[in-house]
């Protein structure tokens, strides 16, 4: 009898321990070793990944969090993600009821809770632009001023000259060479106020000069004796005449 009521007490324990082991499982959980926040549910332990699709965004991390090799909290740990650190999600895949996320962090990738994210906006550095009107604003201030050969400044410009300083003026940097200016830029077919006007065979094959379109078929550029306002039918300019082009 005694040998009886010891087995049914053991087989009691027992029971008792692995119901306790499932409760605790199923309950949201500290993760001491790396002082992050995890969920850990059976759910998610005990069923399979779905397969990953495409997942895009930016987001933050709500806590301290394990980013992992793969989805699920049984894979190894790649890195530990501090609370507020931004995230970007490449690709999202399901365990179980969960969703997890593979992102970018800290220079590696792994994946993430979806649940210990949350969206953000990464603000991108202004970049100040140059609008065609400042373009031409800047361009035509500039009239008068003399013609001089590699010439870069108020006291003198050459053709590319002009150019780099009315964009820059206006915003933009620019390179310094008629020949560097065609390449970075493209070609247009209808000009507005700001776009470049390229002239080829001048006092150099190919294309050699360069001056900023300002509307109603007029140009201003620094050719000559000195900056100056020209219609594209002028008789020598015109003839001249290869391209717009666009930065």
């Known amino acids: 009898m005694k040998k009886l009521f010891f087995t049914l007490l053991t087989a009691g324990s027992l029971l008792f321990a692995n119901s306790a082991t499932?409760?605790?499982a199923a309950q949201p959980v500290q993760n001491n070793v790396s002082s992050s926040v995890e969920t850990t549910d059976s759910s998610v332990q005990q069923v399979a990944a779905s397969k990953a699709t495409a997942k895009s965004g930016t987001?933050?991390?709500k806590y301290n969090s394990n980013v992992?090799?793969?989805?699920g909290t049984k894979n190894k740990i790649v890195t530990m993600a501090k609370k507020g650190s931004i995230a970007?999600?490449?690709h999202q895949k399901k365990v179980g009821k969960a969703t997890w996320y593979k992102v970018k962090v800290n220079g590696k990738s792994g994946w993430v809770l979806s649940t210990l994210l949350t969206s953000t906006t990464v603000k991108k550095a202004s970049v100040k632009s140059a609008s065609s009107s400042s373009v031409s604003s800047e361009a035509l201030a500039l009239k008068g001023i003399p013609y001089k050969f590699g010439g870069t400044t108020p006291s003198g410009f050459d053709c590319s000259g002009f150019i780099q300083?009315?964009?820059?003026?206006?915003?933009?940097?620019?390179s310094r060479t008629t020949l560097t200016?065609?390449?970075?830029?493209?070609?247009?077919?209808s000009p507005q106020p700001g776009d470049l006007v390229f002239f080829a065979n001048t006092y150099r094959a190919g294309i050699s000069h360069v001056g900023i379109y300002i509307g109603n078929n007029q140009f201003v550029h620094s050719g000559g004796a000195k900056a100056e306002v020209k219609s594209m039918d002028d008789p020598y300019w015109g003839k001249k005449f290869h391209s717009y082009?666009?930065?």
């Open 165 to 174: 300083y009315a964009f820059k003026q206006a915003g933009k940097n620019v």
């Open 59 to 61: 987001f933050k991390m």
């Open 22 to 24: 499932d409760a605790q």
């Open 88 to 90: 970007t999600a490449t």
């Open 245 to 247: 082009k666009r930065f």
């Open 68 to 71: 992992r090799a793969d989805a």
């Open 181 to 189: 200016q065609f390449a970075e830029s493209y070609t247009v077919g």
